[in-house]
């Protein structure tokens, strides 16, 4: 299996613009989790979803991050309008929920705002 | 919710000594533990976890412990290497898979 997958890898964008990060988890997983990693806040559960369903979007920082997830094997996170403190790495996680709960991260998006 | 504190946040060691990383937890219903290791510029991958019936799970020099009265839990690695330097987290899953995750802590083993 190919693991977890994320793109891009790197984004440079400008402040205002619209930033898509992508997510392929790993087949046959039903759990997907977004998080999103600075030195200062550390890792943070910004989302996650089971059977396609968002779960628990309590950790998304406010109204210009979304996340969708079309079908089990894609999915986005949105930040729109994007803002310096918004640069940090995202991570993308998938878990298959019934055989324990080892959650597998991709490489990660390492996004930067300028 | 779940709060998971992490200590040290740095801990240097020389190669050979033996390195304890202590996390704390706050929700008694919390029942999965799991321990993850990222190196520089890497993903974070679980390198072993422990459910709230067991008290202590081994896998090579790692082991881990758990305390489900005191609400803590801690992470041992023997007889280290330098290839062990990396920062490593511990979590809390409270069910439903939502992990909350300690602050970290940066191990560096000195040859």
């Known amino acids: 299996d190919a693991g977890v997958i994320q793109s891009p890898r790197h984004e440079v964008t400008e402040m205002g613009q619209e930033v898509t990060l992508r997510c392929k988890p790993i087949?046959?997983?039903?759990?997907l989790f977004w998080y999103r990693q600075t030195m200062m806040r550390g890792l943070e559960l910004l989302i996650y979803?089971?059977?396609?369903?968002?779960?628990?979007d309590s950790g998304m920082p406010e109204d210009r991050f979304s996340a969708k997830m079309p079908n089990a094997s894609f999915s986005t996170l949105k930040i729109q309008p994007s803002e310096p403190r918004d640069s940090a790495v995202y991570f993308c996680a998938s878990s298959f929920q019934r055989e324990g709960r080892e959650q597998y991260f991709g490489p990660g998006t390492r996004l930067t705002v300028t | 919710g779940e709060n998971v504190e992490q200590h040290p946040s740095t801990l240097s060691v020389q190669e050979g000594d033996s390195a304890v990383i202590k996390c704390t937890y706050s929700?008694?219903?919390?029942?999965?533990f799991p321990w993850y290791k990222q190196e520089l510029g890497k993903r974070p991958q679980l390198i072993i976890d422990i459910r709230s019936n067991v008290g202590e799970k081994k896998d090579q020099r790692i082991a881990v412990t758990l305390n489900k009265t005191a609400k803590h839990f801690s992470l041992h690695i023997t007889e280290t290497q330098p290839e062990d330097s990396a920062v490593y987290f511990c979590a809390a899953d409270t069910g439903f898979q939502k992990l909350v995750f300690g602050t970290g802590t940066r191990l560096l083993v000195s040859p």
């Open positions: 929700d008694s219903a919390s029942n999965y």
């Open positions: 979803f089971n059977n396609n369903v968002p779960i628990d």
């Open positions: 087949s046959g997983h039903n759990s």
